[in-house]
């Protein structure tokens, strides 16, 4: 399958899996300083010691976890070996992802429907990703109604994410970059460069639109 790559995308995957290494690296050295500071601090907490200071170390422990976990979906998504690709079925993907997001749906009253997703060669475990960051950015950014679409194109397929929450064409490609600060009730993350990195590392594309987010992906290989 290489063979058929040109030179210059062997490069990249060549300079993404140094990233990527070093991100885990990075973050698996993070990990144990920030659980470290929660747990002593929640220690602090249950012995009596009352301040809203504690309360706001615990906040920022949580908030830099969430971060560091999300460096790490990013570097893995930065090496997706598409040797190892088996088939995958979206539609399943797209159910487990609803199933992992229940309670945010639930807490803000979204509803999540979509049609029928076909079958492509992938890493199932980065699709699953792929569909949880999208509806979690949809419900972030207010969407109450999201649709999730397909439609087959002349040698890939086409995947519209859609809402009616907040419009992205003013922020088409801050949406894409780590941690942009787009929106008010938004902490910023990896989400959506972890989805086109995702896409990107099977062979699509992607982009946002105003109401939503589209990506394609190959038939097969």
């Given at each position: 399958?290489?063979?058929?790559?040109?030179?210059?995308?062997?490069?990249?995957?060549?300079?993404?899996?140094?990233?990527?290494?070093?991100?885990?690296?990075?973050?698996?050295?993070?990990?144990?300083?920030?659980?470290?500071?929660?747990?002593?601090?929640?220690?602090l907490a249950k012995n009596g010691?009352?301040?809203?200071?504690?309360?706001?170390?615990?906040?920022?422990?949580?908030?830099?976890?969430?971060?560091?976990?999300?460096?790490?979906?990013?570097?893995?998504?930065?090496?997706?070996?598409?040797?190892?690709?088996?088939?995958?079925?979206?539609?399943?993907?797209?159910?487990?992802?609803?199933?992992?997001?229940?309670?945010?749906?639930?807490?803000?009253?979204?509803?999540?429907?979509?049609?029928?997703?076909?079958?492509?060669?992938?890493?199932?475990?980065?699709?699953?990703?792929?569909?949880?960051?999208?509806?979690?950015?949809?419900?972030?950014?207010?969407?109450?109604?999201?649709?999730?679409?397909?439609?087959?194109?002349?040698?890939?397929?086409?995947?519209?994410?859609?809402?009616?929450?907040?419009?992205?064409?003013?922020?088409?490609?801050?949406?894409?970059?780590?941690?942009?600060?787009?929106?008010?009730?938004?902490?910023?993350?990896?989400?959506?460069?972890?989805?086109?990195?995702?896409?990107?590392?099977?062979?699509?594309?992607?982009?946002?639109?105003?109401?939503?987010?589209?990506?394609?992906?190959?038939?097969?290989?």
């Open positions: 399958m290489y063979e058929s790559w040109p030179w210059y995308r062997i490069f990249i995957m060549s300079a993404d899996a140094e990233l990527s290494e070093f991100l885990l690296r990075a973050c698996h050295d993070l990990r144990g300083p920030l659980r470290n500071v929660r747990l002593h601090t929640e220690l010691a009352s301040d809203p200071e504690l309360d706001f170390v615990v906040n920022g422990a949580i908030g830099a976890s969430a971060v560091v976990d999300g460096l790490s979906d990013y570097a893995l998504a930065l090496v997706i070996d598409p040797s190892r690709f088996q088939p995958v079925l979206l539609d399943i993907m797209l159910r487990s992802a609803i199933s992992k997001l229940a309670a945010p749906i639930r807490d803000s009253g979204a509803e999540v429907t979509y049609g029928d997703l076909p079958t492509i060669e992938g890493n199932g475990d980065r699709l699953l990703q792929l569909f949880e960051y999208l509806l979690d950015d949809a419900l972030r950014r207010g969407g109450t109604k999201v649709r999730v679409s397909a439609e087959a194109t002349d040698d890939a397929f086409l995947f519209t994410v859609s809402d009616n929450g907040a419009p992205l064409a003013e922020t088409v490609e801050r949406e894409f970059k780590p941690f942009a600060r787009l929106h008010g009730n938004q902490r910023p993350g990896p989400g959506l460069a972890v989805c086109r990195a995702i896409v990107e590392h099977h062979g699509g594309t992607m982009w946002a639109e105003s109401g939503a987010m589209r990506f394609t992906l190959p038939e097969g290989r």
